[in-house]
């Protein structure tokens, strides 16, 4: 009987520039038992500054791409840096338990999700873990009204992990609660980091609430949801079981 290994959770860290994803993941890095973790870094800029800081506390295997943007143009850089570290995993080198990917400031997770998921050779060792964004309450509001990438990611996330309310206080990070869960009703928002390490290891009370199946269940009723900044969603119903092949197409050419 052959063992088949258990396929890897691929998560997802978004959020604005200056948000604190690199820190949060740092941190994590430091804890007992996160050897296990590879970790792909995306930066738009030539140095590596958050590598660096990562590297200064991290067990686990660092990926850097500096060459723009993972969800325009260079795409594939993505899936081969994923296929080395799976590569490498199984032939003997550091095992790995998960993979996090740190998306720059101006990325949209979507394409990013998309390439792990509908990649022919990753898509047997590894699963969608969900994307956890990073909110700034001090300054992430004006950031929206110039950049509404932001709005994507929000309304992609599993959870929002709302930073610096130490900055803002506490009126303000109220109302970064309510505008979070108006962007995306079925995300859990948090001011927690430890909710937030516990989402990223696979340990907390959102593990499995990544996908589909959590938006196209409770949230299927949810009639007050608002839609913002060209974000929309429709659902399409099937009743039989459908050719794959046909709905990865389909899906790629939408």
Not at 185 to 197: L, N, S
């Amino acid at each position: 009987m052959v063992s088949v290994p258990p396929r890897l959770p691929v998560i997802v860290v978004t959020g604005y520039l200056g948000s604190g994803k690199t820190t949060l993941i740092a941190d994590l890095l430091s804890a007992p038992g996160m050897q296990g973790s590879a970790v792909i870094v995306n930066e738009l800029a030539e140095v590596g500054i958050d590598k660096s800081v990562i590297d200064n506390s991290a067990e686990g295997e660092v990926v850097l791409l500096s060459n723009g943007c993972l969800c325009c143009g260079r795409g594939a850089d993505l899936a081969v840096a994923v296929r080395q570290l799976v590569a490498r995993s199984l032939a003997g080198g550091s095992p790995i338990d998960r993979i996090l990917i740190e998306t720059s400031g101006v990325a949209d997770p979507g394409p990013i999700v998309r390439q792990i998921c509908f990649d022919p050779q990753l898509r047997s060792a590894l699963r969608y873990g969900g994307i956890l964004c990073l909110f700034d309450t001090a300054y992430g509001n004006d950031l929206l009204e110039r950049d509404p990438v932001g709005y994507r990611q929000i309304a992609l996330a599993d959870m929002v992990l709302l930073t610096k309310t130490d900055l803002s206080g506490s009126e303000k990070t109220g109302d970064s609660v309510e505008r979070m869960k108006a962007f995306n009703p079925g995300a859990v928002v948090t001011t927690d980091k430890a909710e937030a390490h516990a989402f990223l290891t696979g340990r907390g009370g959102s593990v499995g609430k990544a996908g589909s199946q959590s938006w196209l269940g409770p949230l299927g009723g949810t009639a007050d949801a608002h839609h913002v900044n060209r974000i929309g969603t429709w659902t399409v119903r099937i009743d039989s079981a459908i050719d794959w092949p046909a709905a990865e197409g389909f899906l790629r050419g939408l």
